[in-house]
């Protein structure tokens, strides 16, 4: 079994900043892709941002110029640091993980979620 567990999230002003981590754990052989994704309330779930075990990053336009994705493969944790944030960038943020098991098999796993409010 493998877990996800962010932090990071809460109340920030809009213009400010904030950084989120995800930490795997449990039976880890390595994780292909880790990234981020978000759900605002009435919306859908949409990718933030993704980077894989390379470091090939990918943005959502929305957040391009904004946000920064890193990971720690050694530490199989994931970083999301966001600059400027705007109020429509609340949302639950949910972090996500192509887990490679150590008995060889490829799964998707998904953290519980950190919820971000960007108000005044």
């Given at each position: 079994q493998?877990?996800?567990a ?7 002003q809009?213009?400010?900043s ?12 390595s ?15 949409d990718?933030?941002?993704?980077i ?5 990053t ?14 720690d ?8 640091q ?38 005044s």
């Open positions: 493998v877990q996800l962010e932090s990071g999230g809460g109340l920030v809009p213009g400010g904030l950084r989120l981590s995800c930490a795997a754990s449990g039976s880890i052989f994780i292909r892709v880790m990234g981020w994704y978000r759900q605002a309330p009435g919306k859908q779930r990718l933030v941002a993704s894989t075990d390379e470091g090939w990918n943005y959502a336009n929305s957040v391009k110029g904004r946000a920064t994705i890193s990971r493969n050694a530490k199989n944790t994931v970083y999301l966001m600059n400027n944030l705007k109020p429509e960038d609340t949302a639950i943020y949910y972090c996500y993980g192509n887990v490679l098991t150590v008995d060889y098999r490829y799964i998707d796993y998904w953290g519980q979620g950190t919820q971000v409010t960007v108000s």
